[in-house]
């Protein structure tokens, strides 16, 4: 390719970066996202601060440490994956079904411009969008940890807000696969939420606790790296607890089942997600750019 090409191209997934980034705030989409948001952090900030449960504020001759990092486990780690999940499909899930639904692919495309440019651009407009919108609750959780524990800041915290963005760039690259799949933008970002919320935690479950098998086909399960930072002892990588009664000596065991759980480490997790991330990344903008549009 010519460098002129490569110019030309770039200014062109600049454009469409800006005209999506901004047109995220004109159609007021953002500030609802943002209004859900705050809210969510609202409700959390009131109930912890009226409420003080032990799992946030930690029990009473605890050491700090461990209460600083049960109090970002669960403020955190608690809610960042549903907020991940929702703002890839509030700004990912119809960025590409509403060309098709909206028709307004049908004077885009036929443009000078590279179909892969309008791809790469909505997707860099919402993660851009949605970055914020992940950085702004990690701002609230930081802000009201600060205010019960002044000056602790555990570098966990840190390594989980890099390891929810690196879940987000996955999860939106999913969610732009759906969305290059369907024509609907109802149905792309509906099939997301299912996904993302329910389908891979059942698919994890079963994988592990049922069959005995790591899921590490899982992005979710990759995912999981973003709370298990946040423990006092990360979680060993399998763990198998075994059901059943004793029987005759303190030695003999009948054990009637046993039920596995994995965990992804750390290298493991980030693998899966950055795998994701290219497999979904390269899956939408092939379907994207095979896609016709037609009447």
Known sequence: MSTKARVGSLSQIGTITRY??????????????????????LLLTVLVGYYRPVSFLGIPGEPVSLAVLGFYGAGWGGFISLVVIISAAFF?????????????????????????????????????????????????????GLYYFPGNVPWQFEQSVAFAWVYLV??????????????????????????????????????????????WYSITYGAGIVTNILSPVFPPHMQTQSFGSVLGGANRTNARFEVTTFNATVPEGLEILVIYFIVMALLGLWLFERKEFTS
């Not at 996202?33 to 705050?38: A, D, Q, R, S, V």
């Open 92 to 144: 990912g899930g119809d960025a590409i079904s509403g060309e098709f639904q909206n028709r307004t692919g049908y004077f885009l495309v036929p443009n000078p411009i590279r179909r892969s440019a309008i791809y790469v651009g909505k997707w860099i407009a919402a993660l851009a969008a949605s970055t914020i919108i992940v950085l702004i609750f990690a701002a609230i959780i930081l802000a009201n």
């Open 20 to 41: 999506n980034f901004l047109n995220y705030f004109r159609a007021r989409r953002f500030y609802v996202m943002l209004g859900i948001i705050l809210l969510i952090s």
């Open 170 to 215: 996955a999860a939106l690259s999913l969610t732009f696969a759906f969305s290059s799949l369907f024509k609907s933008s109802a149905i792309s970002i509906l099939m997301s939420v299912i996904l993302l919320l329910i389908v891979f935690g059942v698919i994890d479950t079963v994988s592990s606790v049922v069959v005995g098998i790591e899921p």
